[in-house]
């Protein structure tokens, strides 16, 4: 098989771990043909914005002290996980020039007192630049030929959108397949950097937070890859956040329209963008984790198997949101006010996560991060009220509860077994949201009642008993 397999910061941040993914992908490797993604050690991408920001405040030290955080964690962890010791000297020694240029890139954005969304692409990049050269080393180590690739040397053309580009697919898919190609012959474990590519100038860009799984995507599709594999930390997409419900069961199968959705709302973080280039494709992902490789994880296709079909199959939650009632003086049937008032939250940058308006016309729901809240409300006061807001209302810590699974689609009963086994609890429920894709069906508690109803839907719905 051709396998695309991409690790998670946490899967390969200790010698023990790199160690034991170079002899995982070392077996592997016997009977399939690999490609490795991966994201950056734990924190260091963490550590690179928190650079950017000390550089916007003109704080010099505090963003070279952070830059040699990044270097001896690196150092640390190239010493204790290569054990021949000329391909240990060859890393140290490789990692000195990647340090050296981060230092120098550091004094000349100090320099010139300029954080442009390039600048800091470049900078964000230097996290994966650094831990494949540490895991094809280990590769190396264990004893198959590998090479360290950026996105941009595996051949990922994207757009010029700094800090959220995407793929230009078909020079991508072209470039990609001809450098994995010609390592595949030689018998040699390309590991490519996640989250990078470069523009067409050969400028570095990225995906925004979390986008190795979207490289993985990517480069799946353009090398006509069996399957693609997210290790991480976690075995795979459960029913419910098995610290709220103690017989959480780990899904086996889902689509990737329900995969998308479960991913949105946070059981696993997934880069949002990750599914889209496997819709077509219709290239099987499963979500494993490194430390129970024993363990399948859930695998997510096109069409799952139908003794998987249940009308329900998770129960997610976002806490910490908040809730604003946008009322109105001449909101009842003028066209154009939803308009007015999304535009304003966007031009604040403000990301809306549920929406709701009744037929009465007469008041608008809204929920936003918590974090968001002030600004969203002080922008909505600013700019419109008075005019075709007459007031708002709102409320803080809220909690947004998700059921997500297609077989509600069409599925009488399923919202009168909802607010039935929420009630029974004697919890309220403030909004209530459902597309017509009936793919997911949303509603808001407060905050302190978000475990009672997670578990007494879980219950509901039987979810111990999926598989
Ligand atoms: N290193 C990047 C981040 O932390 C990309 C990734 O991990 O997927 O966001
Ligand atoms: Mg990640």
Known sequence: MRLVIKYGGTSISSAKDIRAVANHLNSLSKKNQIIVVCSATSGTTDDLI????????????????????????????????????????????????DFAELVALIDGMVLLGEVTPRTMDYL??????????????????????SVPLTGKE???VTDSNFG?????????????????????????????GGFVGADQHGHIT???????????????????????????????????????VKNAKLLK??????????????????????????LSKKIPMKIRSSFNIKNEGTLVTASPSSSVKNTVKCVSNIRNNGLIDIQGGSMVGTPGTAAKIFATLAKAGINVMMISQNPSESSITIVVKNTDLDKAVSSLEMELLGKIIKKLEVT?????????GSGMRGTVGVASKVFGAVEKNKVNVSMITQGSSELNLAFVVKNSDTNAAVRALHNAFALDKIN
């Open 50 to 97: 928190e650079i950017s920001e000390s550089i916007k405040k003109e704080n010099k030290s505090k963003a070279e002290q952070l830059a040699s955080k990044i270097t001896n964690r690196h150092k640390q962890l190239a010493k204790q996980t290569i054990k021949k010791t000329d391909l240990r000297k060859k890393l140290l020694k490789n990692f000195d020039d």
């Open 124 to 145: 964000f990049s230097f996290g994966e630049r650094l831990s494949i050269k540490l895991v094809s080393m280990a590769i190396s180590d264990s004893g198959k030929k």
């Open 154 to 156: 595996v051949g990922i």
């Open 164 to 192: 959220e580009s995407k793929p230009l697919i078909d020079t991508t898919r072209l470039r990609v397949s001809k450098t994995v190609e010609n390592l595949f012959s030689k018998k040699t474990i390309p590991v490519v």
């Open 206 to 244: 990225t995906f925004g937070r979390g986008g190795s799984d979207y490289s993985a995507t990517i480069i799946g599709t353009c090398i006509k890859a069996d399957e693609i594999w997210l290790m991480s930390d976690v075995d795979g997409l459960m029913t419910a956040d098995p610290k709220i």
């Open 253 to 278: 199968e889902v689509s990737y329209i329900e995969a998308i959705e479960m991913a949105l709302f946070g059981a696993k973080q997934i880069h949002p963008r990750t599914f889209e280039p496997l």
């Open 396 to 404: 803080t810590n809220v909690a947004i509860i998700a059921l997500i």
